[in-house]
């Protein structure tokens, strides 16, 4: 896989752009709940995850590439110290890292071995892509209730679906997004997206640790051990 090539692969997944075609093999699409309903469970929910303050997790992704009629599958780990700081360092197939503090975005691959710095301020449409992923991650749903149509698809455990306004610039990309959340609901296990480019992607949160410190290396962009 070329630089060019691979970074494209990696920002599709980072911008969270889409779910739905594994979804439909994991939940029962028809709403659950009344508009009274999902009020109390985006409110129970950001409860719950507004008691965290950092969170470490391991993921895995597959995504389905339409244009390239491939399936990629990403392993590495997400870091997140509220309200600012946010990593995700990809280690197979390939090294990758993006590092955002603030309104500074680093990125990092091994093919280079050089750090690329952008400001959000200067990139609009990167912006509310990491504004949403932001949203996803920290558990800050109910803002998001002006944005999307909200359904409850399973009460246990609690499954949302997701799907933007057409007002909304985040509805030109993603068809919806799908969110199945821990037993206890502290977090997500699973994240599953369509995009309106026909590609789809399953993330899924494994070996996850909230409110625990994090190395100071988990905030660099290259990675200190090669």
């Known amino acids: ?43 129970r929910l950001e409860e719950k995850m507004s008691k965290i303050r950092t969170i470490k997790t391991d993921f895995i992704q597959e995504k389905d590439i339409a244009i ?91 499954t949302l679906k997701f799907t933007f306004l057409e007002s909304t610039v985040a509805s030109k990309f993603i068809n919806n997004v799908i969110v199945i959340f821990r037993e206890d609901e502290r977090y997500i296990h699973q994240i599953h997206l369509k995009e309106k480019s026909g590609d789809s992607m399953l993330l899924t949160f494994i070996e996850t640790q909230l409110n625990v410190p994090i190395d100071a290396a988990s905030w660099e962009a290259r990675p200190r051990v090669r």
């Not at 739905?20 to 109390?40: C, M, P, R």
């Not at 392993?75 to 503090?101: D, M, N």
């Not at 301020?121 to 149509?149: H, L, N, R």
């Open 1 to 43: 896989m070329t630089v060019k090539l691979r970074i494209v692969v990696l920002i599709s997944y980072i911008c969270l752009l889409g779910i739905g075609g594994y979804a439909k093999t994991l939940v029962n699409e028809e709403s659950q709940g009344t508009d009274s309903d999902i009020g109390d469970v985006l409110g």
């Open 68 to 158: 390239f009629n491939q399936k990629v599958v990403l392993k590495g780990t997400i870091f997140l110290q509220k309200p600012l700081l946010f990593a995700w360092h990809v280690r197979e197939p390939v090294r990758y890292s993006l590092v955002i503090k603030g309104d500074e975005i680093r990125q990092w691959n091994e093919d280079t071995d050089r750090v690329q710095q952008v400001y959000l301020k200067e990139a609009p449409v990167f912006k509310m892509i990491i504004e949403q992923m932001i949203k996803w991650f920290s558990g800050t749903y109910t803002s998001m209730i002006k944005e999307c149509d909200v359904k409850i698809l399973k009460q246990h455990p609690t």
